[in-house]
């Protein structure tokens, strides 16, 4: 993914920040599969498996609005938000405002891939709807980041976009999409749909062991920790 690529669709979502929850709550503007319906029902399978998870020092990594952080909450002492988006964290700021929530909240602002995030400072990892948008490469950085991140027998838990067979009838597995602002604004997005064995392969590629909490359609949960 070239550099003018990334900064556009970071543009895309920075200017989506008020719409953004749509995808979950009305299944719109994925560019993707036509029903929305089945992205809203699987969207209520992932906030379920969120809300069993999280504990102690929680961090949400690329946050955007703050759309999960009603369902891990009750089980965390304190969480850390971040994303590189003013204005998605200004829709986050609200909800943690709407919330009561400030004393446990930290809203930051940052790259997660170039962030400095501090050795074992985390308990739980949140991360919803990147590593789609990141490159193999990319990916790898992640994985380390989080490594360093977490307290041994830290874990994590990835939500993101599956690579099925209903999805191969709208889109390639890795492609650069066309998506649209509600005002008809029109953007590339880079996406690469993961399929288990992409998820299996964390393994061996980052020594990651995981668990798939859920694989539907279009929707995927997957829990983790890396060895001691």
Same mark, same amino acid.
């Given at each position: ?13 920075? *200017? ?6 749509? /995808? ?18 699987? /969207? ?16 949400? #990594? ?13 089980? &965390? ?9 003013? @204005?998605?964290?200004? %829709? &986050?700021?609200? *909800? ?17 891939? %170039?962030? =400095? ?18 490159? %193999?490469?990319? %990916?790898?950085? #992640? ?18 976009? /599956?690579?099925?067979?209903?999805? =191969?009838?709208?889109? =390639? *597995? ?7 602002? @509600? ?17 299996? @392969? ?5 020594? /990651? ?20």
């Amino acid at each position: 993914m070239d550099a003018a690529l990334r900064r556009r669709m970071f543009t895309y979502y920075d *200017k989506r920040a008020p719409d953004y929850e749509e /995808a979950y709550t009305r299944g719109v503007g994925t560019a993707s599969i036509a029903d929305p319906s089945i992205f809203t029902t699987e /969207a209520e399978r992932l906030a379920g498996v969120v809300g069993s998870f999280g504990s102690g020092r929680l961090i949400d #990594l690329a946050c955007g609005s703050g759309y999960w952080l009603p369902h891990y909450a009750r089980r &965390c002492v304190s969480m850390t938000l971040i994303d590189q988006s003013a @204005n998605m964290l200004g %829709e &986050c700021r609200a *909800k943690v405002r709407t919330l009561g929530m400030h004393d446990r909240c930290t809203l930051v602002q940052g790259d997660v891939l %170039e962030y =400095a995030f501090q050795p074992a400072a985390y308990d739980s990892a949140l991360v919803g709807f990147l590593i789609s948008h990141l490159t %193999e490469d990319q %990916e790898r950085q #992640l994985f380390e980041s989080l490594a360093r991140m977490l307290q041994p027998g830290g874990r994590f838990l990835i939500l993101d976009s /599956a690579w099925t067979e209903l999805r =191969a009838r709208f889109n =390639a *597995k890795t492609e650069t999409q066309t998506r649209r602002l @509600n005002d008809g604004e029109a953007f590339g997005v880079y996406k690469r749909y993961l399929d288990r064995l992409d998820i299996a @392969n964390w393994k061996s590629l980052y020594g /990651a062991m995981t668990e798939v909490e859920y694989f539907g359609e279009a929707l995927f949960a997957v829990s983790g920790r890396f060895p001691r």
